[in-house]
């Protein structure tokens, strides 16, 4: 996972607040998958980004949560008014588009 | 819909021994299957990736193997050691191989020295 930056690496945030999470692949890389790890559970993908466009967002919840990937600067998984159910680590893989994904290091949100 | 299974979920070992982790998916036409590797709180590192058309991958003492038709991989570590204690997830892309994958919920290896 060397070269894909995640923002913070840890995050907390009190129930009703707002969470932003970054993630900067590497350099060349359009393409960017956000996947979440809830407790005890395996890696669920989230949505897929190329750059200002979403290819797939079936793994988004309907209310609460946007992603972003603009032609400059990071991609950005946004949740609002988080609940303690949104407590997980979540991490993004960025990529060319072909098979190889490169993950971060994840960030840790933590709702209280 | 794509299922990944790997049983069991935790595997305690003496150092030394060789070991097998399973993974099996419900749909075959997969495209590849990666293994991973993930430490606590860190993030993950691919082990190995065989494409549908190979039947095995190779890396140091990590042979994993791939057999499309019975839905299977199985991740081989020859001689364990305690730096191999970790979470071992298998993986496979949704739909071609620029897609979103499907993990397995990992099996979470420790290593007795």
């Known amino acids: 996972n060397a070269g894909v930056m995640q923002n913070p690496r840890h995050l907390v945030r009190r129930r009703g607040q707002e969470a932003r999470l970054r993630c900067s692949p590497m350099?060349?890389?359009?393409?960017v998958y956000w996947y979440r790890q809830l407790p005890e559970e395996g890696l669920k993908f989230m949505v897929y980004?190329?750059?200002?466009?979403?290819?797939?967002e079936s793994g988004m919840p309907k209310e609460r949560f946007s992603a972003e990937f603009p032609k400059e600067g990071p991609s950005i998984l946004r949740i609002q008014q988080v609940v303690r159910g949104d407590s997980a680590a979540y991490f993004c893989?960025?990529?060319?588009?072909?098979?190889?994904?490169?993950f971060g290091p994840g960030t840790r949100l933590l709702v209280l | 819909k794509q299922e990944v299974t790997q049983i069991p979920a935790a595997l305690s070992v003496p150092e030394g021994e060789n070991l097998v982790l399973n993974c099996s998916f419900t749909?075959?036409?997969?495209?590849?299957l990666q293994w991973f590797r993930q430490d606590p709180g860190k993030g993950l590192t691919s082990l190995l990736l065989?494409?549908?058309?190979?039947r095995e991958q190779t890396s140091g003492r990590l042979n994993a193997s791939l057999d499309k038709s019975s839905g299977r991989s199985t991740l081989y570590i020859a001689a364990s050691q305690p730096g191999d204690s970790a979470t071992y997830l298998c993986?496979?892309?949704?739909?071609?191989?620029?897609?979103?994958?499907?993990f397995g919920k990992g099996i979470t290896l420790s290593v007795r020295p």
């Open positions: 893989a960025g990529g060319t588009g072909g098979e190889t994904q490169y």
């Open positions: 980004l190329q750059k200002e466009n979403i290819i797939d």
């Open positions: 065989i494409q549908s058309s190979q």
């Open positions: 350099k060349g890389h359009s393409h």
């Open positions: 993986a496979v892309p949704a739909t071609g191989a620029n897609s979103k994958l499907t």
């Open positions: 749909d075959s036409a997969i495209y590849n």
